[in-house]
T-cell receptor, first 115, second 115 residues
Framework: AQSVTQPDIHITVSEGASLELRCNYSYGATPYLFWYVQSPGQGLQLLLK??????LVQGIKGFEAEFKRSQSSFNLRKPSVHWSDAAEYFCAVALDQTGANNLFFGTGTRLTVIP | KAGVTQTPRYLIKTRGQQVTLSCSPISGHRSVSWYQQTPGQGLQFLFE???????NKGNFPGRFSGRQFSNSRSEMNVSTLELGDSALYLC??????????????FGPGTRLLVL
């Protein structure tokens, strides 16, 4: 069965430090991959998505993610974290084109940013 | 442009009752998806509607149903409420269904508490 794993429940980083949030998926074919961020009072917002092509994708707010087929991973990165990045981050996968809005979400990683 | 709106924002019901939640998508968006978010199960897909037709349905019992109106507004209904239905119910809209519309805009959610 398809699944999305975010192994880190909670990560704490210092402001200005680099960030990497891990995401692994289990699915036979190449899935359609997403990262969403959920901030209090802001709702879920799409950061970036990968369908095909260049395996390094750029998103909003300075985030990027790299798709690695060999590792079934789609890790999210940011070179320098800002205090406003504190939120919960969700990796998600859609299994096919018709179900592109039928997303399987990981359990989320809560990011705390310390000054 | 106004975002996705959901009403009511908070709701308290008792077991056995039924509840109807409403979602107004962003103007021009034709696809509406519903998700349930709980601490234990995380974010789970309920169903997606496009042009008043249900396109996809998640793994939820028949007590959960929905519909979409000609103006793209959507409602979801939960009958015979159970304690485990307590959750944040999120509505998301997108321009189109499928990959062409694979950017979900989420509303703030309706928090349902079942006593």
């Amino acid at each position: 069965a398809q699944s999305v794993t975010q192994p880190d429940i909670h990560i704490t980083v210092s402001e200005g430090a680099s960030l990497e949030l891990r995401c692994n998926y289990s699915y036979g074919a190449t899935p359609y991959l997403f990262w969403y961020v959920q901030s209090p009072g802001q709702g879920l917002q799409l950061l970036l998505k990968y369908f095909s092509g260049d395996t390094l994708v750029q998103g909003i707010k300075g985030f990027e993610a790299e798709f690695k087929r060999s590792q079934s991973s789609f890790n999210l990165r940011k070179p320098s974290v800002h205090w406003s990045d504190a939120a919960e981050y969700f990796c998600a996968v859609a299994l096919d084109q018709t179900g592109a809005n039928n997303l399987f979400f990981g359990t989320g990683t809560r990011l705390t940013v310390i000054p | 442009k106004a975002g996705v709106t959901q009403t009511p924002r908070y709701l308290i019901k008792t077991r056995g009752q039924q509840v109807t939640l409403s979602c107004s998508p962003i103007s021009g968006h034709r696809s509406v998806s519903w998700y349930q978010q709980t601490p234990g199960q995380g974010l789970q897909f309920l169903f997606e509607y496009f042009s008043e037709t249900q396109r996809n349905k998640g793994n939820f019992p028949g007590r959960f149903s929905g519909r979409q109106f000609s103006n793209s507004r959507s409602e979801m209904n939960v009958s015979t409420l159970e304690l485990g239905d307590s959750a944040l119910y999120l509505c998301a809209s997108s321009l189109e269904a499928g990959l062409a519309g694979a950017k979900l805009y989420f509303g703030p959610g309706t928090r349902l508490l079942v006593l």
